[in-house]
């Protein structure tokens, strides 16, 4: 089993930052894909940014340039750099954990709300 827990939410002006944290319970971390999605009101939850246990990285169109997946391995946690905020990156965003193996998330945490006033 697999525990996140999120943080680093809140509410910044369009153009500002914020860094997401999400630490993870368990010994097998390491070897986790990590994930972030976000949900905003009245949408699905889409996928933000991944990062595999080698530390590729994969993003999507919306955050490239502005969002920076990263983790630390020896703290069990990852990280979500945004920089460069925008209204519509308003949402609660998600961590997420999965095996190599499996195609599917199956760990996730409880969300924290991120909220970008124009």
């Known amino acids: 089993q697999v525990q996140l827990v999120e943080s680093g939410g809140g509410s910044v002006q369009a153009g500002g930052s914020l860094r997401l944290s999400c630490a993870a319970s368990g010994r097998a971390f390491s070897s986790y894909v990590m994930g972030w999605y976000r949900q905003a009101p009245g949408k699905q939850r889409e996928v933000v940014a991944t990062?595999?246990?080698?530390?590729?990285?994969g993003y999507a169109d919306s955050v490239k340039g502005r969002f920076t997946i990263s983790r630390d391995n020896a703290k069990n946690t990852v990280y979500l750099q945004m920089n460069s905020l925008k209204s519509e990156d308003t949402a609660v965003y998600y961590c997420a954990a999965r095996s190599i193996v499996r195609a599917t998330y199956d760990y996730w945490g409880q969300g924290t709300q991120v909220t970008v006033s124009s």
């Open positions: 990062i595999t246990s080698g530390g590729s990285t």
